[in-house]
């Protein structure tokens, strides 16, 4: 009687995982060119009297470097914090390159070419339609983690445009 064999597997050549080295070095420069624009524009002062703008600003640089480190991570489970970051990142590069597209790109802001009011409340429909969906997974990764405060920000800040600046006592220039 013949048996039946399980095919066997070809073994699965491993992904390329990301290094921390590279990871790090890709964090640096994100942090690096936010300082920089920020030196730039004359936003670096003492006292901060516009730490909100300048986090905004920082928020932007590492958001544009989320697609590639988060294409590149090994893990195959999925957080919410990642797919914000993910989300985020993605409407910074297309705004930028439709930006380009039209040749707008003189007078860009990069890092933020969208305002704290658009770019929260496209985080807040991204984070309300995974979460809905039930598509976050229990990982908490670094990059889940980082996804998580850079969303929680951006909502934050969407949310500080909403209420009146008398009430607030928040002066975001």
């Given at each position: ?24 070095i890709?964090l ?42 988060l ?16 989300a ?10 439709a ?21 929260g ?10 979460w ?19 969303g ?12 009146p ?6 002066a975001?220039?």
């Amino acid at each position: 009687m013949a048996t039946k064999r399980a095919a066997s597997k070809p073994p699965s050549a491993p992904s390329p995982a990301a290094p921390p080295l590279a990871n790090a070095i890709l964090l640096g420069a994100a942090l690096c060119y936010g300082l920089a624009t920020l030196f730039a524009r004359g936003r670096l002062s003492w006292p901060p009297t516009q730490l909100l703008a300048s986090t905004f600003t920082v928020a932007g640089c590492l958001a544009l470097i989320g697609p590639i480190l988060l294409h590149r991570r090994e893990s195959a489970e999925v957080g919410l914090g990642e797919l914000i970051w993910m989300a985020g990142g993605l409407v910074v590069w297309v705004f930028d390159l439709a930006a380009v597209a039209r040749g707008d790109f003189r007078n860009l802001a990069w890092a933020t070419p969208l305002g704290y009011q658009p770019m929260g409340l496209t985080i807040l429909a991204v984070l309300l339609a995974a979460w809905r969906c039930r598509v976050a997974g229990s990982n908490w990764s670094w990059t889940n983690v980082v996804g998580w405060a850079l969303g929680l920000f951006w909502v934050g800040m969407a949310a500080s445009t909403l209420v009146p600046d008398r009430v607030l006592g928040l002066a975001m220039r």
